[in-house]
Every structure is written in C-alpha cells, then in structure tokens.
C-alpha cells in the first residue's frame, strides 16, 4: 500500500495560482494511477483529477477543466496539482489518492492522504 502526504495548501486570493504536491513511500509509485479529489463543507468528496500510470494520460472535472493541471515525477514519488485561476468554489480540502492496485488504470482509488486545506477568498 501507498503512503500519501499532501502539501502545498493555503489562504488565496481568486485569480492567484497553487500547486499541492503529494509524496508518495514506496519504490513502486510508478506503477500506480493517481488521482486528487476535494471536499468542500457540507459536500461530498468529488473527483478533481487523474493521471494514468501507463502513458500519463490525465483527466479533469469539468469544473477545473483548463485551469488544474496534474503531473508526477517518479524520480520524486511525487505528483503534483498545479492550481491556475482559483475560484472561490475551488475552497475544499484536497486529497491525493492511490488506486488500490498497481499496474491498473481502472481499480478504484483507495490510498489517501491526509489532505490539505485551498481557501480562495473573493
């Protein structure tokens, strides 16, 4: 199993940009899909992004969709949230997750970290 600690996190204005990073033990983080979810107060947890571990590929909700990018840096056991254009509706604590399995772009995310608080003020 994965562990995962955000960082990165913090008090903004709207407009201003962030980037969380997640770091990751293991020496097999490579081969594992990885994914940052939110939460707002008095919300569910929802999907941000994800990047795939076999090619990289990423995919974003559409409420982020042109502003958030996901990355990784294997060399690092890190990926990474960077946070363009921020709203006050991106205010949420963010976590990274694992997937369950290695070398699968399908199982469900069920490593997490502890999270990180993103307030943006208006």
């Known amino acids: 199993q994965v562990q995962l600690v955000e960082s990165g996190g913090g008090l903004v204005q709207a407009g201003d940009s962030l980037r969380l990073s997640c770091a990751a033990s293991g020496r097999t983080f490579s081969s594992y899909g990885m994914g940052w979810f939110r939460q707002a107060p008095g919300k569910e947890r929802e999907f941000v992004a994800h990047?795939?571990?076999?090619?990289?590929?990423?995919y974003y909700a559409d409420s982020v969709k042109g502003r958030f990018t996901v990355s990784r840096d294997n060399a690092k056991n890190t990926v990474y949230l960077q946070m363009n254009s921020l709203k006050p509706e991106d205010t949420a604590v963010y976590y990274c997750a694992a997937r369950n399995s290695p070398y699968s772009d399908t199982a469900p995310f069920g490593s997490w970290g502890q999270g990180t608080q993103v307030i943006v003020s208006s």
């Open positions: 990047i795939r571990w076999s090619d990289g590929s990423t």
